[in-house]
């Protein structure tokens, strides 16, 4: 290659690099040139990661930059609207660039204080005083103070307020039971209740709680999701959809600069695709591992595997509104056909605890006790069948179309067609099958449930008290209404470990599902990832995560 | 060579689902066994004997095949002739839909008219069959289009026969030698389509042990257990490898102006 060749090729990787070219578009005209397509190839993957100015500079210290894979797209990236749209908006933002009053402590269900230094509540309980951390600054410079948050949540309580939008819909839960919210001060934020529920810290260290800038808000109005301004972390740096999202270190987090320089967030939707990326170096962090590949990961000196509580119930839901399941003594029938260890087996490879009732292991209310309610036993199921009076019974199943959900639906199907119940799979996209199920009209369905937060009530009062419960399964049990709203006003620990148990009990008794049982989860990354814990809720939170050397 | 594996392919779908093992048996202590003695192919991840499932597969794969083309090769002499035998503006418009067909992309189609008509075998052999629709119209058309200027018809005509005596009587039986050739290619293509609709979860349902639906289960496994989606690959490329073949010799065969 002659100098002029050199210079022309500088050019286009600072081309590529502040993408004025694509990689495709790159690697055609470094062809041309005189590289070979994949020594070109190689370069565009290169300077895309490292952020080289020009191949000269190859050896200069780009700094660290992590490149994480998710499973799920990313669509946009406003907090508040984020539920409405999955994990793939959730994970790059929740704790890395929006953060909440407060937070968990990574790997735990713990809270602590993030953009609220300290929070009082009142005796009656309807009073909560948050102070505001002073001397943070959004990532455009707008301080935060009290006024900043309450336009935050207001925007999401309030549906006359002017940035209100109709697809925040985590505002009902988050902002559940409030009856106000105001800036009682610079720096002070009062939020008063309807009922004196001991959730609310809880709920703000949710991913639709967290803040952004109202400077930002006011002057991108609709168009923020595609350039969030948070304080977390990590700030945004630039975004091409479907392709890659990149954040930079916020120089100035309260917290401490990370570690980290740059997080390059790609979405790679195939488990093997994930895992090839990840066993030759083009990523750096795989979230969520299939457990068929773990010993693979296991087994390579550049990878490591990291396991860790993961809150994620996975169950198979009936609609008693509708034929066949509104009979309940079918609903009990098919609790003993599902063979729960073989689940285990083709979800997680075993890493996987069997199912009891709702609450997942490691909160208050997980009983394992409650798995014995009805134990693997086809003989009984049968007996069942014939007591319910029902013959020839066929339903439609429904199931997610992507990684383990296909197969869990036909592991159901041979258990119930080995006690004579026919049952037809069909398999549906992610937004296909959520449209089906608030449809009301689906006779049964295998889902799950990964929690917000790291407060049982999260899946209680989500899953069997709210709306949700009516639409999709038709149901309806008063007792169980009150011991959930009761449990959300019970500070005392074991005094709402028993008001679950009750509602759990009452839950079974009316077999409205059948709790399959609780997943672990497993992230791969490489060797040098330092850090890097798994998530109870299902975020990815990269603030203490380095690259060593 | 063509008709020798799809002789094999014919005897194994009549017969073989009756000799093996249940398909749909899920036996989760001897999953994800690599082949041995007991399960010939292994054992796929909900331990079901993958030998049992390509051999159960075989009938539905050949059934398909037939039944899209059956569908392709009707609908397409049917519209192929009368546009060919009317001609005029009557011809040209059935061309133009003909075009139109031909102009989406075959897959594309395929999942549209899949997706319209719900999951599941039969809408796939439908889909599978619209797509194979427009060669068996063209080819159909440049036949009638030579077999009605020949004499025969004219004297046909002459005696007093009627246009549709004159078509089914005169012309298709003229027409057919070059659409068997092309439907033998078809059934091909066809098993290759009603797969790859399989494969995207558009086409047979579980459990049936269709080839195109046991590649998608596969892919989770592709790294730790690459038999699982070998066999039933290994089963559609046989397949339509047999097709094609049959097809070439029999153009061979009947095509006069390719020397032995």
Do not use: C
Not at chain 1, 277 to 293: H, K, W
Not at chain 1, 352 to 376: E, H, K, M, N
Not at chain 2, 231 to 253: E, H, K, Q, W, Y
């Amino acid at each position: 290659m002659d100098d002029r060749q050199a210079t022309a090729l500088s050019m286009l990787v600072d081309d590529l690099h502040a993408r004025r070219v694509g990689r495709r578009a790159f690697v055609s005209r470094a062809a041309q040139l005189g590289l070979t397509v994949p020594i070109a190839s190689a370069l565009a993957t290169a300077a895309a990661r490292a952020g080289l100015a020009a191949p000269a500079v190859a050896l200069q210290d780009a700094g660290k930059t992590l490149v994480v894979a998710i499973p799920q797209a990313t669509v946009q990236l406003d907090p508040a609207i984020a539920g409405s749209n999955g994990y793939g908006d959730i994970i790059p933002l929740a704790d890395n660039i929006t953060e909440g009053l407060t937070r968990l402590i990574p790997g735990t269900v713990e809270l602590e204080p993030a953009l609220a230094e300290s929070w009082e509540v009142s005796e009656d309980g309807l009073q909560y005083v948050f102070q505001i951390r002073p001397d943070v600054t959004f990532h455009d410079g707008t301080p935060v103070d009290a006024a900043a948050v309450e336009t935050n949540f207001l925007r999401q309580f309030d549906p006359e307020h002017p940035l209100h939008q109709e697809t925040m819909v985590y505002a009902g839960i988050v902002f559940a039971d409030v009856e106000a919210i105001e800036a009682t001060g610079d720096m002070e934020l009062t939020v008063t209740m309807t009922r004196p529920t001991i959730l609310l810290p809880g709920k703000l260290a949710t991913f639709a709680a967290g803040i952004v800038s109202p400077t930002a808000l006011e002057e991108l109005g609709a168009e923020f999701g595609q350039s969030p301004v948070g304080t977390g972390p990590f700030r945004f740096e630039s975004w091409t959809q479907d392709v890659e999202l990149v954040l930079t270190a916020n120089d100035d987090y309260w917290g401490g600069r990370p570690a980290l320089d740059r997080v390059v967030w790609r979405t790679i939707g195939e488990d093997t695709v994930r895992l090839s990326e990840l066993q030759t170096g083009s990523i750096d962090v795989a979230n969520q591992i299939d457990f068929m590949n773990a010993p693979d990961i296991e087994a390579d000196p550049n990878l490591q595997l990291i396991t860790g509580q993961f809150l994620n119930v996975q169950f198979l839901a009936f609609n008693e509104a509708i034929p066949p399941f509104d009979n309940p003594t079918l609903r009990q029938a098919v609790q003993h056909a599902i063979n729960k260890e073989a689940v285990a087996e083709v979800v997680a490879a075993g890493n996987y605890t069997l199912g009891a009732g709702p609450i997942a292991p490691g909160l208050i209310g997980y009983d394992p006790a409650l798995a014995g309610r009805y134990p693997y036993d086809p003989a009984q199921a049968q007996v069942l069948i014939a007591e319910s009076g029902l013959t020839d019974v066929s339903f439609d199943l429904l199931n997610r179309s992507t990684t383990f959900w296909p197969l869990l639906g036909q592991l159901i199907q041979a258990d119930l067609s080995s006690v004579g119940i026919t049952v037809n799979l069909q398999s549906l996209e992610d937004a296909e099958f959520f449209n089906r199920l608030n449809s009301g009209e689906v006779q049964a369905f295998v889902n799950d449930w990964t929690w917000d937060n790291g407060d049982p009530d999260n899946v209680m009062f989500s899953l069997f008290v709210h709306e949700r419960a009516m639409n999709r399964m038709g149901y309806n049990n008063e007792q169980v209404d009150e011991l959930v709203l009761e449990a959300q006003v019970t500070p005392d620990a074991e005094a709402r470990e028993a008001l679950y148990a009750e509602a759990q009990g009452l839950i079974l008794d009316d077999a409205i599902m059948v709790i399959l049982g609780y997943p672990e989860r497993a992230m791969g990354a490489r060797a040098p990832v330092q850090n890097l814990v798994v998530s109870p809720v299902g975020s990815v939170v990269l603030r203490e995560v380095d690259i060593e050397g | 060579m063509g008709v020798a594996i799809l002789a094999v392919l014919a005897v194994v779908a009549v017969v073989g689902p009756l000799l093996v093992r249940d398909p749909a048996a899920q036996n989760i202590r001897d999953r994800l066994q690599p082949p041995n003695a007991v399960y010939w192919f292994g054992t796929d991840d909900l331990g079901r004997d993958i030998f049992a499932r390509v051999v159960s597969g075989a009938p539905i794969s050949l059934a398909s095949g037939l039944a899209s083309v059956a569908v392709g090769l009707g609908l397409g002499t049917l519209v192929g002739t009368v546009a060919g035998y009317a001609e005029g503006r009557t011809g040209l418009a059935l061309m133009a839909g003909v075009d139109l067909l031909l102009a989406l992309p075959a897959i594309l189609l395929a999942i549209t008219v899949a997706a319209r008509l719900g999951a599941g075998l039969p809408a796939a052999m439908l889909a599978a069959g619209l797509v194979g629709l427009p060669a068996y119209a063209r080819l159909a058309r440049a036949s009638t289009l030579a077999v009605k200027r020949r004499e025969m018809v004219d004297a046909a005509r002459a005696i007093g026969a009627s246009d549709r005596q004159i078509v089914a009587r005169h012309i298709v039986p003229n027409i057919l030698t070059p659409l068997i050739v092309q439907s033998t290619i078809g059934v091909g293509n066809a098993i290759l389509l009603v797969s790859a609709l399989g494969f995207l979860g558009l086409g047979a349902q579980p459990p049936t042990p269709e080839w195109g639906r046991m590649l998608a289960d596969a892919q989770r496994y592709v790294t730790s257990s690459p038999y699982i989606g070998i066999f039933p690959g290994l089963a559609i490329s046989l397949t339509v490898l047999g097709f094609n073949l049959a097809g070439d010799g029999l153009r061979d065969a009947l095509d006069p102006t390719v020397g032995r």
